[in-house]
């Protein structure tokens, strides 16, 4: 069967995205998905993303990772917002829904801003810190981000978790509201340019632990800059918002 898809990218995250309005795409078949993200051997990307229709949002955004496995990604949410509006499924406001519930986004330009879930399942550990953002994310304080070993203490970090396991974030501090962070994403299995759900984890997890005083965070990270503000009620973590590029890169044809 020919598949004709819209390669996105926001920040450096990069995402094979289909118009799946008519369900033809095979989404149980796992070995299809990773074929379709391998770099090598298919498109390439971190992640599939197909947009459906659903009855009381403007459209139904599913992700699986470049191993298939399904999830909730926030770069592919602002990505996911980009495409609706290219398949003039919206304007420049919209609710749709996801695997980690409904979300409210607007688009300006190619700049998505997306809310994320309330965030409340935040465990701060020794060293670090758990967030469920949508996702599960551990996040970690390091010095020196720039020679640190983010693929080999990722993964290692990423199986101490009970399955599925936990995406890793390493961080560093640049000012009172400014944070550089790398990630290692499970379900790619390799560190990625930016990671969305990762960011909204670490502006929390700094929040909670006093790193920063500030409700709107500046997150550099290897494919561009990300932001996230927030509000905070007796510990739990409201009006969310993830902001960032999301843009078109190309569209093609493929046998799948
Ligand atoms: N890159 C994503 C997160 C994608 C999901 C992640 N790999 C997982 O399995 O939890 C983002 O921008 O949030």
């Known amino acids: 069967m020919k598949l004709t898809f819209f ?25 299809k998905i990773s074929q379709i993200c ?14 459906e229709k659903d009855t009381n949002y403007d ?45 409210y986004a607007e688009i ?4 998505v801003s997306l809310q994320m879930i309330d965030v409340e399942d935040i465990q701060i550990k020794e060293n670090a810190v758990f967030a469920y953002t949508g996702t599960q994310h551990h996040v970690e ?23 599925p396991g936990s995406n890793v974030n390493f961080v560093q501090q640049i000012n009172n509201n400014t944070f550089r962070v790398r990630t290692y994403e499970k379900g790619v299995e390799n560190e990625t340019l930016a990671c969305g759900t990762g960011v909204t984890a670490v502006a929390i997890a700094m929040h909670k632990t006093n790193k920063t005083n500030s409700n709107t965070i500046s997150l550099p990270v290897e494919g ?13 973590y409201k009006n969310v918002f993830l902001k960032g590029p999301a843009t078109f890169v190309f569209k093609g044809t493929i046998e799948v």
């Open 141 to 163: 304080l390091v010095d020196n981000l720039d020679n640190y070993p983010v693929f080999e203490n990722g993964k290692k970090i990423r199986y101490s978790y009970e399955n």
């Open 38 to 51: 391998d770099r090598h051997f298919g498109v390439g990307a971190d992640g599939i993303i197909l947009i």
């Open 59 to 103: 459209f139904k955004m599913i992700y699986f990772n470049a191993d298939g496995s399904e999830t909730f990604c926030g770069n592919g949410g602002r990505c996911a917002v980009a495409f609706a509006k290219q398949l003039q499924l919206i304007k420049n406001k919209t609710t749709f829904l996801a695997f980690d519930g409904e979300h």
């Open 108 to 111: 300006n330009n190619d700049i």
């Open 7 to 31: 390669k996105y990218q926001g920040t450096g995250n990069d995402f094979v995205m289909v118009d799946n309005r008519t369900k033809t795409f095979p989404k149980q078949n796992t070995d």
């Open 224 to 236: 561009g800059n990300l932001a996230v503000s927030f509000t905070e009620e007796n510990g739990c």
